[in-house]
């Protein structure tokens, strides 16, 4: 039956897809969705207002149980109401504004652009930008030196035990071969090899996180994107790679263009942010220490001072592991929000504005 699904029966399950992905990694992450927590709210824009307790419950409550409703009834108001409250919810802050999340309710937009009247086949095409420009820019943004340095480390941090000049290789072919196999999927003759690949690299990236026994906030969009990508492409035929891009060019498909081609694009050139380019695992992604002065060290709050990791005596936080912690999710890697969060931690002090209370650095470069 799978081999012999229909436009809009492929629509329909990478929607129903996308958002059980989104359910499951909610109920994993449940305090990413609230505001009274261990850790600050970021809002995009200081004068937003943060709901607080219990509304902060229930709009969480409501944007799970509209997804829930979304799967049985599908209804296009479910899916634009589900669309503007995660956006709501991302501006309140900024940290649900992790890839997987956005991914999905990417796709959920570009289903619900459309009018349900519209042909499938314009539809189907707008939701495979998302895939392509997932893999496409994916690699594209590991073309660079640093990547290759994280990467041959981690490699030899982990594999010691295979050939030196196959984790050199294999780093090096790394982003090739990610945005070759989304290159991959346009073609008639070589999309059946792309899913392939890319079957097996989301197969070896879940077995591998279970192999280091971190990272499981990712495994549902590894098999989401597995099954996602079996789905539309296995059996799709086309006249030319170039309808993905140009067919029924109107201001829906534009919109979609935006958000899979020229914002990502954009990010090349300092514009878009990093993870809504799909810049994945890449040396872009700036992950931050907070050092603490000594002035500040006993002022902050308790549920603060256990995440110090002290190094010569001088304490220090991670922020991927408080944001790991309590919200189950990494950090948020803006620069942005690191000042947001510096600015937090400086609050508890007597003098906020008082130089040297934190020093910032990247530790990942």
């Known amino acids: 039956m799978i081999f ?8 329909n399950w990478v929607r129903i897809i996308a958002v059980v992905s989104t359910l499951i990694l909610m109920l994993y992450a449940p305090k990413l969705w609230i505001t009274t927590k261990d850790f600050p709210v970021i809002p995009l824009f200081d004068w937003l207002p943060i709901p607080k307790y219990p509304l902060d419950y229930i709009l969480a409550i409501f944007f799970f ?24 919810l991302a501006l309140i802050d900024q940290n649900r504004l992790q890839p997987y999340f956005y991914q999905s309710i990417l796709t959920v937009f570009a289903i619900e652009i459309f009018n349900k009247k519209a042909e499938p ?20 943004h590991k073309l660079n030196e640093i990547f290759y340095q994280q990467w041959m ?7 010691s035990f295979l050939p030196e000049w196959f984790l050199q290789a294999f780093t090096y072919a790394v982003p090739w071969l990610e945005s070759g196999v989304g290159i991959l999927l346009l073609f008639n003759k070589t999309r059946k090899l792309g899913v392939s690949l890319i079957v097996i690299m989301h197969l070896g990236i879940t077995v591998l996180l ?16 597995i099954l996602s990508v079996f789905i539309i492409f296995w059996t799709l035929q086309t006249t030319s790679w170039l309808d993905f891009f140009t067919m029924s060019l109107d201001y829906q498909k534009v919109l979609v263009l935006l958000f899979t081609i020229i914002l990502p694009f954009s990010n090349l050139l300092g ?51 408080w944001a790991g912690d309590v919200n189950k999710v990494l950090f948020y890697p803006e620069d942005r929000i690191i000042k947001y969060t510096e600015e937090y931690l400086r609050s508890f002090a007597k003098n906020p504005k ?12």
């Open 4 to 11: 012999n699904l229909t436009n809009t029966q492929k629509i």
């Open 354 to 365: 008082k130089n040297d209370l934190t020093k910032k650095t990247v530790y990942n470069q």
């Open 65 to 88: 149980g509209i997804q829930v409703l979304y799967i049985f009834q599908n209804k296009r108001w479910q899916g634009w109401t589900i669309i503007i409250l995660y956006v709501l």
């Open 121 to 140: 086949k314009k539809i189907l095409y707008a939701v495979i930008l998302i895939f392509f420009a997932t893999y496409f820019w994916s690699g594209v």
């Open 153 to 159: 480390g981690a490699l030899l941090k982990h594999f």
């Open 271 to 321: 514009g878009w942010d990093h993870l809504l380019s799909f810049s994945f695992f890449t040396s872009k992604l700036k992950y931050y220490y907070i050092e603490i002065d000594e002035e500040l060290e006993d002022n902050l709050p308790e549920h603060i001072q256990r995440y110090y990791r002290y190094n010569n005596n001088k304490p220090r936080i991670y922020t991927n592991e």
């Open 210 to 225: 279970f192999y280091l026994g971190y990272g499981y906030n990712v495994v549902p969009w590894n098999i989401q994107n």
